[in-house]
């Protein structure tokens, strides 16, 4: 026989939160790795020289890397999608720079172009985000099997090593050098989140990020 009860159900909707959704919120924010905030902050502070100017240092190879992005954007508005030849260099006589150096960042930098920006300012992003490549991906390759200290730890020593710091993006301008040293430890976390858990998507993501250090600076 049914017996009565007088408790009243319970609207959970308007009583309070599902204690079901309470672990899930937990796991999710759990899963926020606040290692990645101390990571931007980093960066930040790493990049404040090039983004506190407006400009780029003087006396470097960085004109010469704002010359050939204006001479490959002009080329690719006119039809020539992976040109060879720079006809505007040496006074007009020409110059095959895109027959040997390593293009990718200069097509990065059609990027910000395409968005209305000039020259100097799509060499300036891609300083800046080599520097966070570089930081970004010390950190996930240090990470998975030393902790979140350790990780922090050799993405501060990478990003403030004097070679990245300094000398690629304020001593020589090197841009396309610069970026590359910054997609290095990206390509090796790659090759070992592979080697820990092999499949194909991790397996496309080694070959992809190897093959775009090759690309943005093959010497």
Do not use: K, Q
């Given at each position: 026989m049914p017996t009565r009860t007088d408790a009243a159900p319970v609207d959970r909707g308007r009583a309070g939160t599902d204690p079901a959704s309470a672990p899930r919120a937990g796991r999710l924010l759990r899963r926020i790795d606040p290692g990645w905030g101390?990571?931007?902050?980093?960066?930040?502070?790493?990049?404040?020289?090039?983004l506190s100017r407006s400009g780029l240092p003087r006396e470097t190879d960085a004109e010469l890397h704002i010359f050939?992005?204006?001479?490959?954007?002009?080329?690719?508005?006119?039809?020539?999608?992976?040109?060879?030849?720079?006809?505007?260099?040496?006074?007009?006589?020409?110059?095959p720079?895109?027959?040997?150096?390593?293009?990718?960042v200069y097509y990065l930098g059609l990027v910000p172009?395409?968005?209305g920006t000039s020259a100097v300012f799509a060499v300036k992003v891609w300083f800046v985000a080599g520097l966070w490549l570089g930081a970004a991906g010390t950190y996930g390759f240090v990470r998975p099997a030393w902790g979140?200290?350790?990780?922090?730890?050799?993405?501060?020593?990478?990003?403030?090593?004097?070679?990245?710091?300094?000398?690629?993006?304020?001593a020589r301008g090197d841009l396309a050098e610069s970026f590359?040293?910054?997609?290095?430890?990206?390509?090796?976390?790659?090759?070992?989140?592979?080697?820990?858990?092999?499949?194909?998507?991790?397996?496309?993501?080694?070959?992809g990020a190897v093959t775009a250090v090759v690309l943005a600076h093959n010497l």
């Open positions: 101390l990571l931007l902050l980093l960066c930040l502070l790493a990049a404040w020289p090039l050939r992005l204006a001479e490959l954007a002009r080329l690719v508005a006119g039809g020539e999608i992976y040109p060879r030849w720079a006809p505007n260099f040496y006074f007009g006589y020409g110059y720079i895109f027959n040997y150096y390593a293009p990718l172009m395409a968005l979140r200290p350790a990780g922090l730890v050799a993405a501060t020593a990478f990003s403030f090593a004097p070679y990245v710091l300094f000398v690629d993006p304020h590359a040293l910054g997609l290095l430890p990206v390509a090796f976390g790659a090759l070992d989140a592979f080697r820990r858990r092999p499949g194909a998507v991790r397996w496309l993501a080694a070959v």
